[in-house]
């Protein structure tokens, strides 16, 4: 006798699991980011834009943010150990820039554009000698306990399955995931995606301290 499919998350109302990796327009229309100001800076050539931070503190999706405003402008991801081709156009968007030989940023900033760049380190004085005005921002000092929380349940609603419950998390583990990771959103995430994958039934997602 055939054992019937089951889908991995219906049991919890959901489609997939939340925490897991998004598609980058998805991982953009989620952001719960403001870009308003950013978005004004860059629309005219001139101007650096600096994401600065550790890794998984939320540069990149700042980053896709302020790209979803410019559909058509280049985006670049950096792989560490190649060379990476950064098309023309305005605003030019280059996710992990440090990576980027010194040579080659020196070329990409002396472009007649602007720019947004994700960086694990400041470019201020490159910015500088460039002719452009700086401006940095640090993902991480916009966390918050509050913050996260809609972020958190906006991943939730988003891979929600149909009407009633899902899984849900306390205020208590959003702290205790802050106090663990500090600034590491993507740390947090991936602990979120392991407990949701053990969780049985609807009712609040915890975390192993």
Same mark, same amino acid.
């Given at each position: 006798?055939? *054992? ?6 219906? #049991? ?6 939340? +925490?897991?990796? $998004? ?20 629309? =005219?050539? &001139? ?11 939320? !540069?990149?999706? #700042?980053?896709?943010? %302020?790209?979803?405003? +410019? ?5 670049? !991801? *950096? %792989?560490?150990?190649? =060379?990476?081709?950064?098309? +023309?156009? #305005? ?11 010194? /040579? @080659?940023?020196?070329?990409?900033? #002396?472009?007649?554009?602007? +720019? ?10 490159? %910015? ?7 401006? *940095?921002?640090?993902?991480?000092? $916009?966390? /918050? ?18 009407? &009633? ?9 959003? @702290? ?13 995430? =991936? ?7 053990? $969780? ?10």
């Amino acid at each position: 006798m055939a *054992v019937p499919l089951t889908l991995p998350y219906a #049991h919890l109302n959901l489609r997939r699991n939340p +925490f897991g990796e $998004l598609e980058r327009a998805e991982r953009a229309e989620l952001a719960e980011v403001e870009v308003d100001e950013l978005v004004e800076c860059v629309r =005219r050539p &001139g101007v650096a834009v600096q994401l600065l931070g550790g890794s998984g503190c939320g !540069k990149t999706t #700042h980053l896709l943010a %302020i790209h979803r405003r +410019f559909a058509s402008a280049p985006y670049v !991801k *950096v %792989i560490d150990g190649t =060379r990476a081709r950064v098309p +023309f156009g #305005h605003p030019v968007h280059v996710d992990d820039a440090h990576l980027l030989a010194s /040579s @080659e940023r020196r070329r990409l900033l #002396h472009r007649p554009a602007s +720019f947004v760049l994700t960086t694990q380190c400041d470019l201020s004085e490159e %910015i500088a000698r460039s002719g452009l005005r700086s401006v *940095v921002v640090r993902p991480h000092q $916009l966390l /918050s306990a509050d913050l996260l929380e809609r972020v958190f349940a906006r991943r939730v609603e988003a891979a929600r399955r149909g009407p &009633g419950p899902v899984p849900r998390l306390a205020r208590s583990t959003v @702290e205790a995931l802050i106090e663990r990771w500090g600034p590491d959103v993507r740390s947090m995430e =991936r602990a979120l995606y392991e407990a949701l994958a053990r $969780l049985e039934e609807c009712g609040y997602v915890r975390v192993p301290t």
